[in-house]
C-alpha cells in the first residue's frame, strides 16, 4: 500500500532540513542576543483555549479531536493563547519584563489547495509585563535584526508602523466615534491592500457614506508621520498622548538604529480587534507588500484567563513566506552537510584502523565519516568531496612503519604528512591549523 | 475562565527549556558527529500509515481525527513509520548508506496518569540501506557517544546486545522451531526483568511446558558471549552465521571503542515483531534497569508502502527517562540564560546611549541586554549578575568626557576602562579578549 505524505504538509529530507536549521538558527540567536528566553508548550490545547479568545467560528479552522474522557482539544494554530495561560499561570511570579521567544510547529485546517500549507513553524517574539514603549520599539529591532543577518536590505523588505489610537484619533476626528464603528472601519482599512482603491472605496461608501472617502484615502496615504501626528493631536487628548507616545517610539527605533528600515503608514491596523497600540508589519517589497511578519501591542492578554493584567507586544513570523522571498530573490544561503574529516583507508586491512581513528575525532568533537564500502582510495576522495568534508585524513601502510597520516585540504588539494600519535592527542590544534 | 495545561503534556518555561535545549542541542551534536543528517515529517500522517504497521489495535493509543475532506489522520506516536515513507518514496535516489536522525515531538493517547506522558519527543537515528554489521556497531557508538557526552559512564549505564539470530538458534536448540512459537517466547522473555524469576517460570510452564524453563533461564541469564554463541551455532547452518556474525559486531564496537558500555545479555529481544537481527537497550544500573533507549536491526522497512527493500538498523530515545536518570544521579548541568553582556547607564540621561551601544553590541553577534527600569547603577549591576551576564559595561559621563566606558568582569568583579570607539569598533577582539 502506497501512503502519501498528508495534504499540505512537507517533509524535510536532509537538504530542506539544512535550510530549515538555518532558519531556525538566526531566529534563536537574533532572540537570544536581544536577552530573550525560549519557551515551549504542547502540540494542542484544550479548545475551550481557542474558542475564548476568537470565538466559536475558529472550530471549523482547527484539527481538533476527543480523548477516551471526552475531553475536546484542538491543534495549535496560533501561539499567544499558550503564551497567554502560561504567563497567567505565573504572572505573580515570572521577573518583569517577560522578555519570550519561541518557534512553534502549528496547524490549520485549511482547504488542501497547492501552496497553502496545514503545517507550519512561526517565530514569536513577546515582551510582557512594560507599558513602556521601549519594548515595542525593541520586538520591532528584533525582527529586523533577523532580517538583517540573513541577507535582506532596506530595499528588499520595509517594516511599516502604525498605531492603532492614532488610527482611532484620525477617524475620530472625521465623525467615527464609536469602537464599534471604529473596529469596522479597522477591518476595512486593514483589506486595503487587498481590495484596491475602487473596491475599497464602494465598500467604504456603503460603511460610512457620511464620510468622505478621498479626505479618508488622503490621511491614509500620506507618509508624513508630522501631518499624521497633526491630525491625531487635533482629535483631543487621547490623540495627543497617542502622538506624543509613537514620537517616544520613533526615537527608541533610531537608537536600535533599525530606523532606515521602518516607514510609517497609517494603513497598517492589524485585523485582529485585540492590538490596542502600536502595530507593525514586515513586508517584502516585491510582489506587492505581503507581509512576512505582523504584530503589535495587545493589553490584557491574560484578561480572559482569569490572570492578573499583563499586557504586552510582539510578533509571530512564519517560515515559509521569509523563505520563499529569499528563493526570488536569489538569497538562499548555499548549506552543506558540514562534515569536518572524511577518514580514507588506503588498503581494507587498514580499515579497523581507520574506525578507530574516526571514534576518537568524534569523541574530540569533530564531524568525521568514513566509506561503508571497501573501494579504491580515489572513489573514498570522491565520497570526501561529496560529502563537502574540508580534511580527508588517508590511513596507509606507513602507519604502522612510521606513525604518520597523510591530511589533505579538500578545498586547497594541500597534503601534509601528520605524526597519528599527536593527531590524536590533541585533534582540535593539529587539525584546527589545518582548516 | 482558567484553562490548565492539557493532562500528561508539558509547559516548557525557560528553565525547563533550556534544559530541553541542552539534551537536544547533545542529541544533535552528536549525530552529526556521527556523520548523521538531520530530517523531520509533518506531526500527523494518514491514520493507515500507524494501522499498517501496527495493526487496528494501534486506533486506541493514538490521537486521530477527519479533516473535512473525511481523510483519517492520526498524529505520530513513533517516527518509524514517516521514516520509512519518506524513504519508500526517494529509495532509488538516495545515496547510500542512508544515516539519518531525528529528534520528533510525538504523541500517545496515554491514559492521564501522574507521571505518564501523552507528549514527549524521541531521539531516532537510523542507518539504512547497508546489511553491514558496521552499521549496527555504528548506531549503537552514535548512543553511547551521547551518554558519555552528557556524563554517564559505565557504571550508570549499560548497553545490553543481543541478536534475534541468535536467540531464535538458542530456542531452536531447545525445540521451539516455528516462528509464531519463537515470537511468542520473544514476548515473554521481553517481559522477564518486569515479571521477575518466579512469575515467568509459571507463564514459560503454561506456554511450553516441554521445554525445561531452569535450563532455558540457565541460558539466559549467563553473560559468557562465548558459550551463548557455541549454543547457537549447535542450533545448525543458521546458528552459525548468526554467531559469526555477531562475533563480527563485538569487534566493531571494540574498533568503536565503545564496548566497555556494552554487555552481551541474551534476554534483550525488543518486544516488536519486526526486529531480525542484533538488538540493543540502553538500561540504566539504578533502578533495575530502565530501559533508556531500545533498537536494532529491521529488515525491509519499505515493504509495507511497496517500496523497493531497504534494510537498517536504528534507535530511539526519549527526553523524559534520560532527564530522570540524570536528577536522580545529581549529574544535571547548571545552566543559565547566557548573557554576554549586560550594559549599565550612570543616569537616565545616559539612558539613549545604553541603547545604541546595545544594538551595536547585538549586532555583534553577543547576547546583550539592559534594565527596563532607569534605576541606580547597584540594582542594574543586581540585575545583571541576576541574568547571568559574563560582562558589565557602565555608560557613564566620562563617555562624553574622555569617550570610555568601563567594563567589569562579572566573575572575577574586575574592572577596566575601556575606549568606547576601540570597543565599537571591534567588539569582538576588545571583549573577547575580556572573557
Redesign the interface.
Known sequence: ???????G??????AE??L??WLFRHWR?VS????C??????????L??YT?KSGPGIV?EL???E???E?R?A?RPEMTP?LA??VA??ANTL???I??FSTP?M?R?E??QRGRLR?FFQWNVDILG?D?V??DAEVI?VAI?FV?RIGLSERDVVMRVSSRPIAASVLAGMGITSDEEANRAFGLIDRYDKLGRDEFRRQWQEFAPAVDCDRLLAHLEQTDLQQSLGLAEAAGPAGEAAAKQFEELW??LR????DSYCAFDLKVVRGLAYYTGPVFELSARQGGLRALLGGGRYDNLTQ???GPSVSGVGFGMGDAPVLELLTELGKLPALS???DVFVIDAGSELF?KA??IT??L??A?????FS?KRQAIGKQFAQAE??GARLAIVVGAELAESGQLTVKDMRTAQQQAVAAAELLADPVSTLGAMR
Chains 1, 2 share one sequence.
Open positions: 500500500m502506497k501512503i502519501q505524505t498528508p495534504p504538509m512537507r517533509d524535510f529530507y536532509p532540513m539544512r530549515q536549521n540567536e537570544r542576543a536581544f536577552g528566553e525560549e519557551y515551549e508548550g504542547p502540540i494542542f490545547e484544550y475551550d483555549l475564548l471549523s484539527f481538533n479531536f480523548d477516551r474522557g475531553r482539544f491543534i499558550t495561560r502560561m499561570a505565573r521577573p518583569r519584563p522578555k519570550w510547529r496547524c485546517a482547504k488542501p503545517e512594560v513602556d521601549l519594548a529591532a535584526e538583517r526615537q527608541r537608537q536600535f538604529q533599525v480572559l484567563l482569569d552537510a558540514g562534515l579497523p574506525v578507530e571514534s576518537q568524534r569523541r568533537g569533530f564531524a568525521c565519516d561503508y561529496k560529502r
